[in-house]
């Protein structure tokens, strides 16, 4: 079975420009995640998908990221304009259902913003 | 809200010897417990995972947890470590309202 696969693996801006993260889940995975880590910290969670809809946005600066799922697969974080303090590794993760499901990871995406 | 708590930044362990990791949580009502392991450059793993029942837990890769309601702790273990479990360990805390929130994490080290 195809893991969570990202794109790019890793990615340089300079401060206050855009960048885009995408992410295809296991296939029939309804739930679909997004993690910030930030070095030394564990993950924490941006934005949780079920099927296309949002669960839980809480935690996502929505004044300059935006995630999308579009047709309940795919999905796509932004951020616009990035800061100093976006640099993260960003995890996409995706589960047959709720967190009780296990959750598999890709290998994330390394934003270093100078 | 839950939290969670890993007090040792950075463990050394000597190839053979047992090993246990330290995970503390804070939730008002039972917890759902995982622990998770990142390898460099590669995704998180469940290793394991507690959500009722046998307070013991057995996990992939010979790894096991014991869940202690009374010390709000979820410690994991091995009892022989091999070079290969040389990595990053996240215990994490679920609640009803399907937030998983991570510990900062252990590093192991594997001496040969």
């Known amino acids: 079975e195809a893991g969570v696969a990202q794109s790019p693996r890793y990615k340089i801006i300079e401060k206050r420009q855009s960048v885009a993260f995408w992410c295809n889940p296991i296939s029939g995975h309804a739930t679909l995640y997004w993690y910030q880590q930030i070095l030394g910290q564990g993950p924490k969670l941006l934005i949780q998908f079920q099927n296309n809809g949002v669960v839980d946005d809480s935690q996502l600066p929505k004044d300059r990221f935006s995630a999308e799922r579009l047709k309940g697969v795919d999905s796509t974080l932004k951020i616009q304009p990035a800061k100093l303090e976006d640099s993260a590794v960003y995890l996409c993760?995706?589960?047959?259902?709720?967190?009780?499901?296990?959750?598999?990871f890709g290998q994330g995406t390394r934003l270093t913003v100078v | 809200a839950q939290s969670v708590t890993q007090p040792d930044i950075h463990i050394t362990v000597s190839e053979g010897a047992s090993l246990e990791l330290r995970c503390n949580y804070s939730y008002g009502a039972t917890p759902y417990l995982f622990w998770y392991v990142q390898s460099p450059g590669q995704g998180l793993q469940l290793l394991l995972k507690y959500f009722s029942g046998d307070t013991l837990v057995q996990g992939i890769k010979g790894f096991e947890a014991e869940f202690k309601r009374s010390q709000s702790s979820f410690n994991l273990r091995k009892p022989s470590v091999h070079w290969s479990d040389a990595a990053e360990y996240f215990c994490a805390v679920g609640a009803n309202d399907y937030k998983l929130s991570f510990g900062a994490g252990t590093t192991v080290t594997v001496r040969a």
């Open positions: 993760a995706s589960s047959w259902g709720g967190f009780n499901t296990e959750a598999f």
